[in-house]
């Protein structure tokens, strides 16, 4: 599997699981915009800690 389609499927791995985790039908779409816009702003490490990534720093 490519790097794109792990990506890719990690996301909708992540918006399913917002959805699930949502209350009600406005949370579940203000859950959705949320990772949206952090996509949109490139906060890949706000992604990554909800995807479960473990952040390495290089040195």
Do not use: Q, W
Not at 5 to 11: I, K, Q
Not at 15 to 26: G, K, Q, T
Not at 33 to 44: G, Q, T, V
Request: hydrophobic share 40%; glycine share 4%; proline share 0%.
């Amino acid at each position: 599997m490519s790097d794109y389609e792990r990506g890719f499927t990690d996301a909708l791995k992540l918006v399913v699981s917002e959805l699930e985790d949502a209350e009600n039908l406005e949370d579940a779409r203000t859950r959705v915009k949320l990772l949206l816009s952090l996509a949109l702003e490139h906060k890949m490490t706000e992604l990554k800690r909800r995807l479960g990534y473990v952040a390495i720093k290089r040195s």
